[in-house]
């Protein structure tokens, strides 16, 4: 028997019977969570009591991280009471007086949400375990193995991602690490061949992608993780409207019945279900005896059909494709997230080409003046293909720069009585002037790395080329690989592209992006050839192809005046 531990709730730590097996989530620690420059884990019921005590989430598993943040939306809706409030005016106005609270969510709030639903917030529960369908032990004899369920480890023929795992020796999970890629695989699982489901006599071993798969979201950040919340849940304007038949707007967790695998999804009915009802993965965890590890798991599909289309995420960048239809921004674990920016400020438009994340369009209203000061982004991306493969997760956050492109500023707290969202306006034209300088300088920086790239490509093949080409001569033909220069210059220019980047918007001085950004391809352009410039081959193929990138510091002409 384990020993009695010790566990925190409503600030008051008391002694508590040995853990239950089938691990409450309300009340056991496996949400990593950061407050200041600690690092700490809580359960759910303490996250949401103290979410104004933590700085942010500390989720080591960035799409598990997106996917949390996502369910995290939908409980900060629910409890504060923002989920039903669809008139817009009304609506501004709630949040605004919540962003004013000195501390979080009303403690009476929380305890009641979380104890009407308690017995289906139970990881391993018989019944009803947490995001999982326990009909699986029957539909779906076969197992998938635990490895399957750590995106990280491989399985099965895939190559190796993070670690050497096996699927003869499985390496048992810890609940809490085992909750987070649950999570992760109903955000980002793959589609294509999975374990078999037989459903009413009907068997079927394929599934669809995950909803949020090989897409990169981003999320507004406030001070705490309070205002964090609040501040990612979508405005009324954003919500699906519910069609006939598609029911009442709820989380999984908050539903009586379990779904029905073969019948037509039911199109998301709001906010709640637009947020945590999207899966295509239906998934079954085997805990040991005591419920201290998981030690299989069963993953499958759990719907024939694809769910209807809610419309566009929150959370995504919408892109034109070459064929005209809108679609999700890709994660690249190449591309900085400043390089995004500009796409989260400047494309506001409802309709084709592109369209910036909608909860972005929610930090342009009326907003406390110290929470809008505060604004940052954190953007967590998962770099995969459509199907199996994982490349590589990552996350990462801008500084609290939102404020100078976003209008117009907040304005003073308002009297009892007087709608906030009536506010007078700010300097737009300045704000989209900036706006459109990050652009411009986005657009320098990546000018500058394309002709970096080519300038070394063309240096390397010229020094490392013996003979002049010439087909009709019977020269010898150089290699058509770019050689290692430029790979090796543009790990060196990335990162300072991005430092300048900061430190102009910090500024607000984009002068002459082209030659900034420009001389920094030069830089590296120089070191990389260092070498070689000692050797007349060496010199002469570098001082060749250097001219590429050194006409980028050349000033632009003068604009010319009518007479």
């Not at 050497?164 to 085992?178: I, Q, S, Y």
């Not at 003073?412 to 007087?418: F, L, N």
């Amino acid at each position: 028997m384990s020993a009695p531990v010790t566990s925190l709730r409503g600030g008051h730590v008391t002694l508590s019977d040995p853990p239950d097996p089938r691990f409450d989530i309300c009340t056991r620690p496996w949400i990593p969570v950061r407050a200041d420059d600690r690092i700490s884990v809580v359960s759910l019921r303490e996250l949401l009591l103290r979410a104004h005590d933590f700085t942010a989430l500390a989720l080591p598993l960035p799409p598990a991280a997106a996917g949390l943040m996502r369910m995290l939306y939908a409980l900060a809706a629910r409890i504060a009471g923002l989920d039903t409030c669809d008139d817009a005016k009304a609506w501004n106005k709630k949040r605004y007086a919540l962003l004013s609270r000195p501390v979080g969510f009303p403690a009476e709030a929380v305890d009641s949400y979380l104890d009407s639903h308690r017995s289906r917030l139970f990881l391993f529960d018989p019944q009803r375990p947490f995001l999982q369908d326990p009909r699986l032990a029957e539909e779906s004899p076969s197992r998938s193995g635990v490895n399957k369920l750590v995106m990280a480890r491989p399985s099965g023929n895939n190559p190796v991602f993070l670690g050497h795992f096996t699927d003869d020796a499985p390496v048992p999970l810890p609940p809490e690490e085992a909750l987070h890629h649950l999570i992760a695989q109903l955000y980002y699982g793959p589609s294509g061949q999975c374990t078999p489901r037989t459903v009413d006599g009907k068997r079927y071993g394929n599934v669809m992608g995950g909803p949020l798969r090989r897409t990169i979201s981003f999320h507004p950040q406030g001070r705490t993780l309070y205002e964090s919340l609040l501040l990612g849940i979508p405005k009324p304007a954003h919500w699906p409207q519910a069609e006939s038949g598609a029911g009442t707007d709820s989380c999984p967790w908050e539903r009586e019945e379990l779904l029905d695998p073969l019948a037509p999804p039911r199109p998301a009915a709001g906010p709640l279900s637009m947020l945590t009802e999207r899966h295509q993965h239906a998934i079954l965890l085997t805990p040991n005896e005591q419920g201290t590890a998981v030690t299989d798991a069963t993953i499958t599909w759990a719907l024939r059909e694809k769910r209807p289309d809610t419309g566009q995420e929150p959370y995504l960048i919408w892109d034109e494709t070459k064929d005209g239809t809108v679609r999700p921004r890709d994660a690249s674990a190449e591309r900085a997230l400043w390089r995004d920016l500009d796409a989260l400020i400047l494309l506001h438009r409802t309709e084709p080409p592109g369209r910036r994340p909608p909860v972005i369009d929610g930090l342009t209203g009326s907003l406390p003046a110290a929470v809008r000061r505060a604004l940052h982004i954190t953007a967590y991306g998962f770099d995969q293909d459509g199907q199996t493969r994982d490349r590589s997760y990552f996350s990462a956050t801008t500084p609290p720069v939102l404020h100078k492109l976003l209008s117009p500023p907040a304005p003073p707290p308002p009297p009892d009585g007087v709608d906030p969202a009536n506010g007078a306006s700010g300097p737009v034209n300045d704000v989209t002037a900036l706006a459109n300088e990050v652009k411009d300088a986005r657009v320098a920086a990546e000018k500058a790395a394309s002709r970096l790239r080519y300038a070394l490509h063309v240096a390397w093949r010229a020094y490392t080329s013996p003979f002049t080409v010439d087909r009709a001569g019977g020269g010898r033909t150089p290699e058509k690989g770019e050689g290692p220069w430029p790979g090796e210059a543009l790990a060196r220019y990335w990162p300072a592209a991005e430092q300048h980047f900061w430190e102009a918007l910090h500024t607000d001085t984009f002068l002459h992006p082209q030659q900034e950004f420009g001389r920094l391809a030069l830089d590296a352009y120089d070191e990389v050839t260092r070498t070689v410039a000692a050797t007349p081959r060496g010199a002469k193929a570098r001082e060749e192809a250097r001219g590429l990138v050194r006409s980028l510091l050349k000033p632009p002409p003068a604009p010319t005046s009518s007479a």
